[in-house]
């Protein structure tokens, strides 16, 4: 099955998506490629964005002005795919993830839609990677949906990293609902997380009700 804002129900969830921007046939069948692996148990089926949310990325790349981004977490590609198309030809987005087998699926459908020479794909442990970067401030957007208790080092390292009115991106923020009663390290490493980034003097923040929760959080 397609993720949809947990939220929503599925007839509510079917309306957000009529009422959006529809995605074309090469997004259509990456979101049905991924959706197989999961209902084949290849793959975790909470790794796919909602399609409203890439919907919304692309738009938010786009109507930003972004040239250079950055996702920490790519798995099958449809949410670097949305990034990607909202880049000008000469934009960039750097991609951080360790599965060869998953982003395998990810080179397919970028080359499909036009857009691989926009994304460069480094393979490997994320926060090492962001780590050797250079610390200046290059990257306009960044979108955050890996390992969850990784979160807090990942926009520590992300922010000098910014430009000024960069917009980072953090999924699965609301966890299913479990930031009310958390289970687990990963509900725990995001409820703390949510509750530092509220009164962040670095980052102007909000937290969205979209798909798993969306918060976004703009570089002072």
């Known amino acids: ?10 007839e509510l969830g079917d309306y957000v998506r009529a009422s959006s921007a529809p995605l074309d046939e090469v997004a259509t069948d990456l979101v049905a490629e991924t959706a197989a692996l ?3 148990g290849e793959a975790p089926a909470t790794f796919q964005v909602a399609v409203e949310q890439g919907v919304l990325m692309q738009l938010l790349t786009r109507a930003l002005g972004v040239r250079r981004a950055i996702e920490i977490g790519t798995f099958t590609g449809f949410s670097a795919l949305c990034i990607a198309r909202g880049l000008p030809a000469d934009g960039s987005l750097l991609c951080l993830d360790r599965s060869e087998e998953w982003t395998a699926v990810a080179r397919r459908y970028w080359t499909r839609a036009g857009v691989a020479d926009r994304v460069e794909l480094r393979l490997g442990e994320a926060l090492e990677q962001l780590r050797a970067l ?26 000098p990293r910014m430009r000024r009115n960069g917009v980072v991106l953090l999924d699965n923020t609301l966890r299913s609902g479990r930031v009310l009663d958390p289970q687990s390290d990963d509900d725990r490493a995001l409820v703390a997380l949510n509750a530092a980034l509220a ?5 102007e923040t909000v937290l969205l009700p979209l798909a798993d929760g969306l918060t976004v959080l703009r570089v002072r």
């Not at 099955?1 to 599925?10: A, D, I, V, Y």
């Not at 250079?134 to 922010?159: I, N, Q, R």
């Open 38 to 40: 999961a209902e084949r």
């Open 199 to 203: 009164t962040d003097p670095r980052f």
């Open 134 to 159: 250079p610390v200046e401030p290059v990257f306009d957007l960044a979108f955050v949906d890996a390992d969850k208790t990784g979160y807090p080092a990942y926009v520590d390292e992300l922010h």
């Open 1 to 10: 099955m397609t993720p949809r804002s947990f939220l929503l129900t599925p």
